[in-house]
């Protein structure tokens, strides 16, 4: 599947950034707008996700191939890779298939594991389950404006902020009626892939992957120290890094300190 791709910037270096579980390729804008003078910048959406086409299928081994697909529909040349949660196991997952596609892999806030398998990790998932299982409640269609839907998630979900982010899935169509651009039911059958899609793989065959550079928030619980060895397992040498004062959204939380950390890792 070609993936719907915005593009910025004319450099001779080419970075695709990768979105997360309920994002799109426009939550990047403003970082892609700090890269756009020495870099071309492709945002993609990911299936059953922004402007992207749905599927009844949503794995990584889909999200890879329908990645690569679109990279090379753009570019022969090896790219810098950019992935966030979500987007960072499609990244990954692409690194591993295509190695000499990627010149850099840089991984925000994700490791190569199962987040569904262990105790200490089931917050994660149970997060994901009341999110989606609140949004599949939510009926965007009988709503008369945003504010009536924010409304209804505020009981769920305390954090205004996280709120405007799950809501921007919500779109007007030609009626002028609110939709869901993202599509849930499928994301919520496949819960359990995008919560995996690694303890099913073997150590890579090859030594020549791309150089790997993990980034963590601080405040996030999704890289643990210990991760640094399933890392490694799949991307040996890798680096990882941590951004002070930020959670899982890194890149909103604390968008200069992860913009002068990119920055280091490319130039």
């Given at each position: 599947m070609e993936l719907f791709c915005r593009e910025l910037g004319k450099g001779s270096?080419?970075?695709?950034?990768?979105?997360?579980?309920?994002?799109?390729?426009?939550?990047?804008?403003?970082?892609?707008a700090q890269l756009e003078d020495r870099f071309r910048v492709l945002l993609v959406d990911q299936r059953n996700h922004g402007q992207s086409p749905h599927a009844e299928e949503h794995s990584y081994d889909l999200m890879?191939?329908?990645?690569?697909?679109?990279?090379r529909s753009k570019t022969n040349e090896p790219v810098v890779l950019l992935g966030h949660s979500m987007g960072g196991k499609t990244a990954m997952r692409m690194a591993l298939e295509h190695p000499e596609s990627v010149q850099k892999l840089i991984v925000a806030d994700i490791a190569p594991k199962n987040y569904s398998s262990f105790a200490n990790y089931a917050e994660t998932t149970a997060n994901h389950e009341k999110i989606l299982d609140a949004l599949l409640q939510l009926k965007p269609e009988e709503a008369n404006n945003r504010a009536e839907l924010e409304a209804a998630l505020k009981k769920d979900f305390p954090s205004r902020t996280l709120r405007l982010f799950l809501l921007k899935n919500v779109k007007r169509n030609k009626?002028?009626?609110y939709q869901w651009q993202i599509n849930l039911p499928v994301l919520r059958r496949n819960l359990p892939e995008l919560m995996d899609g690694f303890s099913h793989l073997p150590k890579p065959a090859t030594d020549h992957n791309p150089e790997a550079i993990f980034i963590r928030g601080a405040l996030s619980p999704y890289i643990k120290d210990e991760d640094t060895l399933v890392i490694n397992q799949f991307f040996p040498g890798a680096q990882l890094v941590t951004v002070p004062k930020a959670g899982h959204w890194l890149h909103a939380e604390q968008p200069e300190l992860f913009l002068k950390t990119l920055l280091y890792y490319l130039e």
């Open positions: 270096t080419t970075i695709v950034i990768v979105h997360g579980l309920y994002g799109a390729s426009d939550n990047w804008l403003s970082v892609a890879a191939a329908d990645l690569y697909e679109t990279i009626q002028g009626q």
